[in-house]
């Protein structure tokens, strides 16, 4: 099972992007935030193997988010999207 996180500001993306994911069985969505710190908790907390992430949240970059994910745990692979 591939746990996945979905970091993005805007609501009817995060839904979207949950209902394309949920067509495939090895795919779990684990958590999802909207906005930096919420999403540095979550990714603590549910350890994902992927984040969906927002290249432009309203309180941090995509880019920088994605450092801090990346010193939190090496083997999260990262997709950014805007």
């Given at each position: 099972?591939?746990?996945?996180?979905?970091?993005?500001?805007?609501?009817?993306?995060?839904?979207?992007?949950?209902?394309?994911?949920?067509?495939?069985?090895?795919?779990?969505?684990?958590?999802?935030?909207?906005n930096?710190?919420?999403?540095?908790?979550?990714?603590?907390?549910?350890?994902?193997?992927?984040?969906?992430?927002?290249?432009?949240?309203?309180?941090?970059?995509?880019?920088?988010?994605?450092?801090?994910?990346?010193?939190m745990?090496?083997?999260?692979?990262?997709?950014?999207?805007?």
């Amino acid at each position: 099972m591939c746990k996945i996180f979905i970091v993005e500001d805007e609501l009817y993306v995060r839904d979207e992007i949950k209902f394309i994911l949920k067509k495939h069985a090895s795919l779990e969505v684990v958590g999802e935030a909207d906005n930096s710190l919420d999403a540095v908790l979550g990714i603590q907390n549910t350890n994902p193997n992927v984040v969906f992430l927002d290249i432009k949240l309203g309180d941090i970059d995509g880019i920088t988010l994605t450092k801090t994910m990346l010193a939190m745990n090496k083997d999260v692979k990262v997709v950014l999207r805007t």
